[in-house]
Nanobody
């Protein structure tokens, strides 16, 4: 069983920045994909960014020029640097482990709220 704990969410103004962190513990295999998803009220949960153990990445088109995902395999931690935030980025952001670039894995964090005021 893998436990995921997100941190770093908060309230920011448009154009601001936040860095999210997700620390994993338990039966972890570093080869597996780690990812960030987000869900706004009334909307589908969507993939924001994902990273493989070797460092290759995938981004949603809406964030690819503003967000950066990275991971520290030794620390079993994944990060999401979010710059130039927009009100439409407002959502609960969830860490995910064990999936692919296209399908989420079975381990989810509890979520961290990101609010971009307008």
């Amino acid at each position: 069983q893998v436990q995921l704990v997100e941190s770093g969410g908060g309230l920011v103004q448009p154009g601001g920045s936040l860095r999210l962190s997700c620390a994993a513990s338990g039966s972890i295999f570093s080869i597996n994909v780690m990812a960030w998803y987000r869900q706004a009220p009334g909307k589908q949960r969507e993939l924001v960014a994902a990273v493989r153990s070797g460092g290759t990445t995938k981004y949603a088109d809406s964030v690819k020029d503003r967000f950066t995902i990275s991971r520290d395999n030794a620390k079993n931690t994944v990060y999401l640097q979010m710059n130039s935030l927009k009100p439409e980025d407002t959502a609960v952001y969830y860490c995910n482990y064990g999936g692919s670039f296209y399908v989420p894995g079975g381990s989810w964090g509890q979520g961290t709220q990101v609010t971009v005021s307008s």
